[in-house]
């Protein structure tokens, strides 16, 4: 194989699995820009859409980054207030007597069983 590399040299080079190479060797540089553009969260679309520019699209490339960035930022706000729901309703069982129903579940509601029992 070209460039001193075996399949699964390359695979392992660029950290992934042997399957996904298709290319030759010299596609080291482009597998490893996939992967790390994966690792950051960009789409199979962006991905391919940075691939299609070069270091003279610079603008464009900006401007397909900040609309990942701005999905990220709404992902975080939404883990965020996620995360103070959770805290709030962990507390509440902090505060809980022994023996008291759950109140974590009794926020929650009953489970969708038709004999309307907990599952034990």
Known sequence: MAAGYTIGQLARAAGVNVETIRYPP????RLR???QARALGFSLAEIGRLLALD????AEVRTVAEAHLRRVRDRLAKLQRLEAALA?????????A???????????????EADGRRPS
């Open 26 to 29: 010299q596609a080291l540089a």
């Open 33 to 35: 820009f996939i992967r």
């Open 55 to 58: 270091e003279a699209h610079c």
């Open 88 to 96: 709030a309703l962990v507390a509440h069982c902090a505060d809980n």
């Open 98 to 112: 022994d023996g008291a129903p759950c109140p974590i579940l009794e926020i929650l509601g009953p489970p969708p």
